[in-house]
């Protein structure tokens, strides 16, 4: 499928990889397009020798897919990004990830890396309030404030049927004591919608379709910085968090190119452009985005991984009876 030609060695913080002239990798990822065709620029300005070709859509969309074509025999991915840990998960419980044991990951917390070194985190996002400031005048602080009826009748949400964000918020809030699914009932009960993914949910809000979005915050604070009517709130009780982790899978017949893809992206390049895209980076020593909280400061609300995966079919069609798939 590939052609190689000239051999060339690549070497990306401290480790050497054989990577092919001409080689090419396909990346399957979440991540919105305009910010992967600055994170491919940015990566073949250090690595010309490797192209790069993107299926980009939903983590959910991303995963069927690459179901798809695991049936049919073979896919032609050979690296993925995608939003949550419990889709990664599934992947690498389907002896579907290719251990990169020596991968970069000095410094970085062992919380954002899978102990087998199947898959690596590569920046931090959490889930919030965005609001449209012309429409709302006093600010919510609490994810109980979207339960006002005005708040919930001119609510939009991310769906965990397209999302993979959404997949992590929903698991973990309704594994959370005090709101669980009927916090989601009476969302729904008072007239709360869902979108597809977070895009849909920043645009609704922007453009004042809506007043209120459950989001994830980088898209809410790069509208903001933009000029758009909006702002986001981290609420009190806490934030969901995802760390849009990335993988070289098994079948991948460029493994060296695919392994230098994802050592860039755990690269002190790559976490400043994660930061300048809005992002909480994952290596220390990276300043975060300008305007944004301390990540010590936000209160992470605490999630079981291994029973989120064991719930997430039964998560997608609960959320789906009460907001439309």
């Given at each position: 499928?590939?052609?190689?030609?000239?051999?060339?060695?690549?070497?990306?913080?401290?480790?050497?990889?054989?990577?092919?002239?001409?080689?090419?990798?396909?990346?399957?990822?979440?991540?919105?397009?305009?910010?992967?065709?600055?994170v491919?620029?940015?990566?073949?300005?250090?690595?010309?020798?490797?192209?790069?070709?993107?299926?980009?859509?939903?983590?959910?969309?991303?995963?069927?897919?690459l179901?798809?074509?695991?049936?049919?025999?073979?896919?032609?991915?050979?690296?993925?990004?995608?939003?949550?840990?419990?889709?990664?998960?599934?992947?690498?419980?389907?002896?579907?990830?290719?251990?990169?044991t020596?991968?970069?990951?000095?410094?970085?917390?062992?919380?954002?890396?899978?102990?087998?070194?199947?898959?690596?985190?590569?920046?931090?996002?959490?889930?919030?309030?965005?609001?449209?400031?012309?429409?709302v005048?006093?600010?919510?602080?609490?994810?109980?404030?979207?339960?006002?009826?005005?708040?919930?009748?001119?609510?939009?949400m991310?769906?965990?049927?397209?999302?993979g964000?959404?997949?992590?918020?929903?698991?973990?809030?309704?594994?959370?004591?005090?709101?669980?699914?009927?916090?989601?009932?009476?969302?729904?009960?008072?007239?709360?919608v869902?979108?597809?993914?977070?895009?849909?949910?920043?645009?609704?809000?922007?453009?004042?379709?809506?007043?209120?979005?459950i989001?994830?915050?980088?898209?809410?604070?790069?509208?903001?910085?933009?000029?758009?009517?909006?702002?986001?709130?981290?609420?009190?009780?806490?934030?969901?968090?995802?760390?849009?982790p990335?993988?070289?899978?098994?079948g991948?017949?460029?493994?060296?190119?695919?392994?230098?893809?994802v050592?860039?992206?755990?690269?002190?390049?790559?976490?400043?452009?994660?930061?300048?895209?809005?992002?909480?980076?994952?290596?220390?020593?990276?300043?975060?985005?300008?305007?944004?909280?301390?990540?010590t400061?936000?209160?992470?609300?605490?999630?079981?991984?291994d029973?989120?995966?064991k719930?997430d079919?039964?998560n997608?069609?609960?959320?789906?009876?009460?907001?439309?798939?």
């Amino acid at each position: 499928m590939f052609i190689r030609t000239l051999l060339t060695t690549t070497i990306l913080a401290g480790l050497a990889f054989t990577a092919q002239a001409e080689d090419t990798i396909t990346v399957y990822t979440s991540q919105p397009q305009d910010q992967m065709t600055q994170v491919i620029e940015a990566f073949n300005a250090d690595h010309p020798e490797i192209k790069v070709e993107l299926f980009r859509s939903g983590t959910t969309e991303v995963m069927a897919k690459l179901q798809a074509e695991y049936a049919a025999g073979n896919s032609p991915a050979d690296v993925v990004l995608i939003a949550d840990t419990v889709a990664m998960t599934q992947l690498k419980n389907d002896d579907r990830l290719l251990a990169f044991t020596d991968a970069p990951v000095e410094g970085i917390d062992p919380a954002f890396i899978d102990a087998d070194k199947t898959f690596f985190g590569t920046k931090v996002i959490t889930t919030g309030i965005v609001y449209n400031t012309d429409l709302v005048k006093t600010a919510p602080t609490s994810w109980n404030d979207l339960l006002e009826a005005d708040a919930a009748k001119s609510l939009i949400m991310p769906s965990p049927l397209y999302s993979g964000a959404a997949v992590i918020h929903v698991g973990t809030m309704t594994q959370q004591p005090e709101f669980g699914w009927a916090y989601y009932e009476k969302l729904a009960e008072a007239g709360a919608v869902a979108g597809q993914g977070n895009g849909t949910v920043i645009e609704a809000v922007a453009r004042g379709e809506k007043a209120y979005g459950i989001i994830i915050e980088y898209m809410a604070l790069n509208a903001k910085k933009k000029g758009s009517p909006v702002d986001f709130v981290f609420p009190a009780e806490g934030v969901s968090s995802i760390t849009q982790p990335i993988a070289v899978l098994k079948g991948s017949d460029a493994v060296d190119a695919a392994k230098t893809f994802v050592s860039w992206q755990l690269s002190k390049t790559a976490q400043e452009q994660a930061t300048a895209q809005g992002y909480f980076p994952i290596l220390p020593g990276v300043t975060q985005p300008e305007g944004y909280p301390a990540l010590t400061t936000l209160k992470i609300l605490p999630a079981d991984s291994d029973a989120m995966l064991k719930a997430d079919t039964e998560n997608k069609e609960k959320f789906a009876e009460l907001f439309g798939g």
